[in-house]
């Protein structure tokens, strides 16, 4: 518009110059008049047209927010899963987060988790994608949706806005971050724990296991011991207490043992490529011992007693088991248990690793309003807005360290355990932890239903553990996962 005005004014002098020269100054003087006025109008549409458009927020990694262009209200899409417990912060957050920027409307949509996997290629084949969404939050996780090119570098927003993800531990932001790209802001950060009944270890005349993860005397075969004094058998399948419940995902069991189905390669490029399975002894000693607390000891059930007391609820709740190995989602899914409960650490052994989940927020590639997004992004992690509320609501453990003491406090009021004990167990479970091999391997979906269809036969006894693990390893080298 300045380039207008330039050339406008030039006009003006150069012909007026011209013009004086062949008709005299009397009729210049009129001709002039004439001249300024265009420029006078010249000049106004030029400075209407500078000051009459808005942006969409914020150029890409801006911290605008408020709306789309010209004020207009422009709508996103948050998918989230089908969850009771969530649905009512769900629909506080989006209330107060359109109450601060009445340009953005958020609409909610709901999906059962076993559905999301299918909806989502489905949407992202057909580029009618979710604005917001979590990428851990399907069967599959972030390394397949990150493979497919769902996912919208988030970066330049992160740079920008760095100062409000301050809370967030780095080793957090780091599983998002691939190639130095962040793909992934951490909503909650999740360990793995042997949860237990207080009320039955007390009958048992047992003490309550410790809560420091490098306390080497609670191990395997300590976890053994009182798994088989807890265990009740009547004879009668209704009065029936099993003392140990370890029914984890087979890799995951062998992480417990210091041992892995997988290469390191695999967690950081995506790709399962040739499995471990028989080359590391740790593998075969933790799912050895996972068959044998069904078969030999006889302290848990097997699939089919599992699927019989898990019909009146969770069986841990029911108080149908003593102790269980469970993530983190424990400390929310047992609070209206009608018994007193407690947290310990994994049982060790060397090079234990136990399963994080780190449940990032995303926003997908193809949205159409990633600035407001990302605004909405950011209004989920405000660690003093609902970062907070969904710690409160959920109890879930939350990603940015700030609030660590809140949920600690929260967790001790409802254990019984102390604000120190809370923090010793989460804290060591996070020290030696490693992120869930179905968020950083593509397409583990199938190799996780590959594995399973071997591990039934394995707890049923219908397999040896050496024939159950070598045919694992023949069944994933012959997939196809491109």
């Known amino acids: 518009m300045l380039k207008i005005i330039q050339l406008a004014i030039e006009n003006v002098v150069t012909k007026g110059t011209i013009i004086k020269g062949v008709i005299g100054l009397k009729k210049v003087s009129s001709i002039y008049k004439i001249f300024m006025m265009m420029l006078i109008l010249v000049i106004s549409a030029a400075l209407t047209g500078c000051g009459g458009s808005e942006s969409s927020g914020g150029s890409s990694g801006g911290s605008g927010g408020g709306g789309g262009k010209g004020g207009k209200k422009v709508e996103i899409t948050w998918l989230v899963r089908t969850d009771a417990n969530m649905i009512e912060w769900e629909k506080q957050t989006i209330k107060d987060f359109e109450a601060k920027n009445p340009n953005i409307k958020v ?41 497919m090119d769902a996912l919208l570098d988030l970066t330049p927003y992160v740079e920008n806005d760095a100062q409000q993800l301050s809370g967030i531990p780095e080793n957090l932001m780091d599983i998002y971050k691939v190639d130095g790209k962040i793909y992934g802001i951490p909503m909650l950060g ?29 191990n395997w075969d300590k976890a053994l011991d009182y798994a088989k004094k807890l265990t009740k058998d009547t004879g009668k399948s209704e009065d029936k207490v099993y003392g140990l419940l370890y029914s ?42 996972g068959a044998d607390l069904i078969l030999k000891h006889k302290v848990s059930p097997n699939p089919a007693a599992l699927d019989a007391v898990s019909q009146l609820g969770d069986p841990f709740m029911t108080g149908k088991i003593a102790m269980v190995v469970n993530g983190g989602w424990g400390f929310w899914a047992y609070k209206p248990a009608e018994f007193n409960w ?34 909405f992004v950011k209004f989920l992690a405000d660690p003093n807005g609902a970062a907070k509320s969904f710690m ?91």
């Not at 967690?267 to 740790?282: A, F, H, Q, R």
């Open 190 to 218: 999740i360990g793995s724990f042997l949860f237990y009944n207080k009320d039955l270890l007390d009958e048992a005349g047992l003490e309550y296991p410790p809560t420091d993860w490098d306390d080497t005397s609670w």
């Open 107 to 147: 609409k909610l949509e709901t999906i059962p988790q076993d559905d999301i996997d299918q909806r989502l290629t489905t949407m992202i084949s057909s580029k009618t994608v979710p604005d917001v969404w979590s990428s851990n939050w399907a069967n599959s996780g972030f390394a397949t949706y990150r493979g």
């Open 392 to 482: 409160q609501a959920t109890s879930a453990t939350p990603a940015d360290a700030s609030l660590m003491e809140d949920w600690a406090k929260q967790m001790s009021e409802i254990t019984g355990m102390s604000v120190e004990d809370v923090k010793q167990v989460n804290e060591g479970a996070f020290k030696y932890g490693r992120e869930s091999d179905n968020h950083l391997i593509m397409k583990f979906s199938t190799i996780s239903t590959t594995i399973n269809q071997t591990m039934n036969a394995i707890n049923e006894g219908k397999k040896s553990v050496k024939e159950g693990l070598e045919e694992i390893d023949k069944n994933l080298r012959s997939l196809k996962l491109d």
């Open 248 to 289: 984890s995902a087979a890799n995951l069991k062998t992480w417990d043992f210091g041992g892995d189905f997988f290469r390191p390669e695999a967690y950081t490029t995506g790709v399962m490529g040739e499995p471990t399975i028989l080359d590391n002894p740790k593998n075969e000693q933790a799912i050895q011992f």
């Open 342 to 375: 407690g947290v310990a650490p994994i049982p060790y052994a060397d090079g234990r690793q136990p399963t994080l989940y780190v449940d990032p927020w995303n926003i997908s590639k193809d949205s159409k309003h990633p600035d407001e997004a990302w605004e």
